[in-house]
């Protein structure tokens, strides 16, 4: 075996530019702390103790069947018409009655495999934490952990699909144990380790209650030097200069064939900084691509994430968590986009199945994959779409008699069948979710500036479905307008009527996206893509209500229920360019309107950082710092600066880290396929900076330096096109000028005090 030298210890990171890492000075106590890695595929939240380390394996298709695998969508298209007609004749409980009064069934909950336990082998030497450093970069998605006596460091490859671990120092007993909290008692678990030309393979299976499915754990343990032996169901090595470990997990149906997946482990190279040579291209291209410089105080750079959240008005802080959530992102997105828990959980019973909540959440957390040039996400988002149409295409059948597609509210990443409401929540009901979905895949199509046939194929579906849906007229609209009917607005109901109406403000925005955008990318059909416009035309307008607000719902007589987490009204100001201060400046005054009097509910994260983003987008800066200091006052964020759901760290979630940096780019950068606006929203509390490697939806790169004198832009566009540049004067006067832009030619941009 080759040689490898004792682990130096992990530098801290260089505090004169900003941190792309974080750091701690002490083991993590909890797993919500851990240090976490990922590939899109593979998880691993590490801990970082050199005397008795765990590492929490996860996978994306790690989900334990509930019964949801077998689940369907209700079959309800005959009694739609009946339905309509009593909604439209104003009988607001009706909705209530379509169902086929089935229990609510959850989809698959999310969990985790397995923790990889080292401990050290048995000694009379205390533990002695000298000079101990944990650390995660997040410009190679290396954990790296070390004190007097022992060191670690792991990393997920995107080249090998595996997880890579070092160890070096110590003598260790190395194990794979289920044993996490909320794993089922009656989980099959069979365990074995057998010693290799290689080393030694340690397999874990475990074979979920009353089901055929299981999943099975492989870590490969090559040691350089020293001796290894069995300890049934570990190893223990002793005298090693370092011992190198790589593991896969496979959810599979029936038995897994364990002799290949050892081949597979074996074959790979068996040194580290091999493996993570081949890696790098891969993840530090990405997350190079685009960086965020607050001139923050070099002295508040050097502190460790948990003292740094302490100063929740500290833009080292907000550096680090831009940076951080970047990492996260991109970590959790592959084969999948990250789940409410993004990639990673230590606890069985995961809140919310740990599903792929698509009516607000999954969106909110790739918010940045168009901007901040992280096309991975985009894929990661696109897979999962694709791999469900079939399924958004029974939903369209099933529950409204239609062709085309319907996206549901909740998937475990497996089915996307719609199965999961309830009567308060008649999620069944809602039909924008294919258009919210696909949007992101648009923006990504208009940044690269080609367009995806899959996406075009997607929303030709999307488009269908609303031909076949949108076929009843209002009769109290003199005008005649299509009605949407029933309609649902996430996750809210009119103060004065049931949950399900019609006309949600989110719906009419949907449809009318979704035929438009459909026709733009079919060109090559003029008679069916005028078909999809004539019928986008034919929806009603959004109303405006009493209080001078942006209704979330268009049909008069439905009352706003303002005290809601959900922004869902608002979708055409966020993410959709429908509603915006320069086209329809009437609407954006009534959703700014909308926006003051909204509540925060229960105070989630995703509610907070969602009304950031619309504030953003309608210019009102302070609202988006209000916004943000409800979360970093909260408490919401972690050591390991993954985020929760509630104030005080309560209940591990992705929202906050993952939606974090769209906030920040969209109060300095807002573009669509025709319109470059600088400096929007800006923070007051952020005077100066620099924002670099910035993507536009009208393809250029864009860099950004501002400061109290002015700004700097300067762009790099791919292709040649012209676009309206909008910019904000000293005293706030919003100035409108066209600019052209030559494909491969740099154009610099300077505007005065802001």
């Known amino acids: 075996m080759t040689h490898v030298p004792p682990r130096a210890y992990p530098a801290r990171p260089n505090t004169d530019s900003p941190v792309h890492a974080t750091f701690e000075y002490q083991p993590a106590a909890r797993w919500e702390d851990a240090f976490l890695s990922g590939n899109g595929r593979h998880g691993a939240l590490v801990f970082g103790d050199p005397y008795d380390d765990r590492v929490i394996v996860t996978h994306h298709t790690l989900v334990r069947p509930n ?43 999310f969990h985790p495999a397995f923790q990889i336990r080292l401990r050290r082998a048995p000694s009379d030497e205390p ?17 790296d952990a070390a004190c007097v006596g022992g060191a670690g460091r792991v990393f997920v490859s995107r080249a090998d699909d595996v997880i890579v671990h070092q160890v070096t ?15 089922p008692a009656d989980l099959a678990v069979g365990q074995g380790c057998v010693l290799t030309p290689d080393g030694a393979l340690l397999t874990l299976r475990a074979r979920y209650p009353d089901s055929d499915r299981a999943y099975t754990g492989v870590t490969l343990v090559v040691a350089t030097g020293g001796r290894t032996r069995l300890t049934h169901p570990g190893v223990r090595v002793t005298g090693a200069q370092s011992v190198l470990l790589l593991t896969r997990v496979h959810r599979h149906t029936g038995e897994l064939d364990v002799t290949a997946q050892q081949r597979a482990l074996t074959e790979l190279p068996h040194l580290y900084d091999d493996l993570l040579a081949r890696h790098l291209p891969l993840h530090r291209t990405a997350y190079d691509r685009v960086t965020l410089d607050l001139n923050a105080d070099p002295a508040e750079r050097g502190l460790p994430g948990s003292e740094l959240l302490e100063r929740p008005r500290s833009t080292a802080l907000l550096e680090r968590l831009f940076a951080a959530g970047r990492y996260h992102l991109l970590s959790s997105s592959g084969l999948n986009p990250p789940r409410l828990p993004g990639l990673w959980t230590g606890d069985w019973d995961t809140a919310w199945a740990g599903a792929f909540t698509n009516d607000a959440n999954v969106n909110l957390q790739t918010a940045s994959a168009a ?17 469900q149409l079939d399924d958004w295409q029974e939903n369209a059948r099933a529950v409204f008699g239609a062709r085309g597609a319907v996206a549901p509210a909740h998937t475990d990443g497996e089915s996307g069948l719609t199965y999961h409401f309830s009567r308060e929540y008649p999620l069944h009901l809602w039909t924008a979710g294919a258009d919210w979905l696909l949007k992101p895949l648009v923006d990504h199509d208009e940044t690269r500036g080609a367009r995806d046939p899959r996406t075009a194929a997607a929303l030709a579906e999307v488009a269908r479905f609303y031909e076949d849906f949108l076929t009843r007229t209002d009769p109290g609209d003199p005008d005649g307008h299509l009605v949407v009917v029933p309609s649902y607005s996430p996750e809210n109901r009119p103060a004065n009527a049931s949950w399900g109406a019609l006309n949600a403000a989110m719906d009419l925005s949907a449809a009318r996206h979704a035929l438009l955008t459909a026709a733009d990318y079919h060109p090559d059909d003029p008679e069916q893509a005028d078909r999809w416009r004539a019928l986008a035309d034919r929806l009603p307008p959004h109303r405006i209500n009493a209080d001078g607000a942006l209704a979330e719902w268009a049909r008069p007589g439905l009352d706003d229920t303002y005290d809601h987490r959900h922004l869902s009204h608002l979708y055409g100001v966020w993410p959709l360019d429908e509603i915006n201060p320069y086209d329809t400046p009437r609407l954006a005054a009534a959703a700014h309107r909308a926006l003051a009097l909204r509540g925060a509910e229960n105070d989630s994260a995703h509610g907070h950082l969602h009304h950031a983003l619309i504030a953003a987008r309608l210019r009102d ?56 606006v600088l400096l929007p929203a800006p923070d007051p509390a952020l005077p100066s900076g620099e924002l670099r490697g910035v993507r536009t939806r009208f393809g250029a790169e864009l860099d950004l330096v501002w400061g109290p004198d002015g700004a700097r832009a300067v762009l790099k566009p791919h292709r040649s096109h012209r676009i309206e540049l909008r910019t904000s004067s000293g005293d706030g006067d919003d100035q409108a000028q066209p600019l052209d832009l030559v494909a491969g030619e740099d154009h610099v941009l300077t505007l005065g005090a802001w």
């Open 371 to 387: 901007p901040a040039a992280l096309p991975e996400v985009t894929d990661a988002l696109a897979s999962l779409i694709h791999r």
């Open 67 to 109: 019964g949801a695998e077998h689940a369907r969508p209700p079959e309800l298209a005959a009694e739609l018409p009946a339905l309509q007609d009593k909604l439209l004749a104003g009988q607001w409980e009706a909705a209530e009655g379509f169902t086929d009064h089935r229990p609510l069934q959850w989809v698959q909950p």
């Open 621 to 676: 800066g302070r609202r988006v710092a209000h916004a943000l200091a409800q979360v970093l006052d909260g408490d919401f964020f972690h050591a390991s600066l993954m985020s929760a759901h509630y104030p005080r760290r309560d209940v591990y979630n992705a929202d906050a880290a993952h939606t974090l940096p769209a906030v920040l780019i969209e109060t300095l950068v807002q573009s669509t396929p025709d319109r470059l």
């Open 127 to 143: 533990r002695r934490y000298r000079r101990y450093l944990r650390l995660v970069d997040f410009t190679t998605g290396e954990t």
């Open 169 to 183: 120092g110590l003598d260790l007993d190395i194990s794979l144990d289920h044993r996490l909290p909320g794993a």
